[in-house]
């Protein structure tokens, strides 16, 4: 079968050498492209903001927040664009990364669209339960900052969203942890998976309901990866969130 997860595909001896290169992928991509991204970005706006000063630049918090933004995202889709490219090389260096032809079927397309629906439903429950414990429902800070820069920068920021994020993201999260670091053991790769997909998107700010709700949809991804056997369809559904949700985001403002 052509799919991502053939356990065949390597013999048991070599399984413990797949874990540990998904391991330092792992490790190696969060320090160059998190770690590395967001320093680079706290270095860039103290800068700014000495630069600014000694210059007597006349600049209002607004216009400056602005600026800051607008060398957030040109920033994320570069980093972005390098972590794919880094991405590919290094684990088809490790032996991960094998290239075969993208094969969607209309069965796949059946699931996308099956399990975008649960995602809408589970999200909605997940609201009504928390609504009935008098918990905050705030909008989660994450999403806040997405459609900051949809304002700001449309272009960039659909590309990034739209496009880079479900590759990458999916690369990391479904095809690393639970392709390779538990392949024999998918349930335990889902619910790592699914919890580090939602931790992924704390950085602009942490709340119970925001890791809960992207971890709902790190769980119905993966769950799509295992049954499917097949990157392309979870990247395909992670795409078809990230846009629906940009056309409604457009037409509701």
Known sequence: MDNELNYKTLIPENIPNERKSAIKTLV?????FIVGLNLLLVIATIWGAIFVKTAHISLTREQFYNLLNTVSIYADSIFGVLSLFWLYYYTKKKGLLTLRRINITVIDIVIVLGAYVV?????QLLDVIFQHFNYSIATPDNQKEVEGLLRTNPALMIISAVILAPIKEEWITRKLIIGSIFKH???????VSSFGFGLLHMLAGFS????LSYSLAGLIFGIIYIKTKKIEVTIFAH?????????LFYATN
């Open 28 to 32: 190696f991509y969060f320090l160059i």
């Open 208 to 211: 119970i309901y925001a890791l």
């Open 119 to 123: 995602l809408i439903v589970s999200s």
């Open 185 to 191: 053991s998918p349930i335990i790769g889902l619910i």
């Open 239 to 247: 795409f078809l969130n990230n846009l629906v949700s940009i056309i």
